[in-house]
Nanobody, 127 residues
Framework: QAQLVESGGGLVQAGGSLRLSCTASGRTFSSYVMGWFRQAPGKEREFVAAIGWSGGNTYYVDSVKGRFTISRDNAKNTVYLQMNTLKPEDTAVYYC????????????????????WGQGTQVTVSS
């Protein structure tokens, strides 16, 4: 059974940094797109970032561009989300997920195309 496990969340002051990790087990996801989503209390789940199977293509929601960086290490079956200059509005539960590659990269922004999800890790940014 495939499993994704996130780690690295925590409490940080505004302007600080965190690095989230997501490690996959049970199968190899090296040919899959890996994504990060987040959900704040009372809000819908939101796409944050995604990365192609080789790491050459990355996708970000506008609100995190220039602050967050997604990367992956296929040898470790792990995807990372480096989050810098954090803001209180970044507070949410962060989930990693994976989906097969497709020629239509616009689909990577859509949560429903992802078929494996982690349990989430809480990120809290204090003002």
């Amino acid at each position: 059974q495939a499993q994704l496990v996130e780690s690295g969340g925590g409490l940080v002051q505004a302007g600080g940094s965190l690095r989230l990790s997501c490690t996959a087990s049970g199968r190899t996801f090296s040919s899959y797109v890996m994504g990060w989503f987040r959900q704040a209390p009372g809000k819908e789940r939101e796409f944050v970032a995604a990365i192609g199977w080789s790491g050459g293509n990355t996708y970000y929601v506008d609100s995190v561009k220039g602050r967050f960086t997604i990367s992956r290490d296929n040898a470790k079956n792990t995807v990372y989300l480096q989050m810098n200059t954090l803001k209180p509005e970044d507070t949410a539960v962060y989930y990693c997920a994976t989906t097969p590659r497709t020629s239509d990269s616009s689909r990577y922004y859509l949560g429903y195309v992802y078929n494996y999800w982690g349990q989430g890790t809480q990120v809290t940014v204090s003002s």
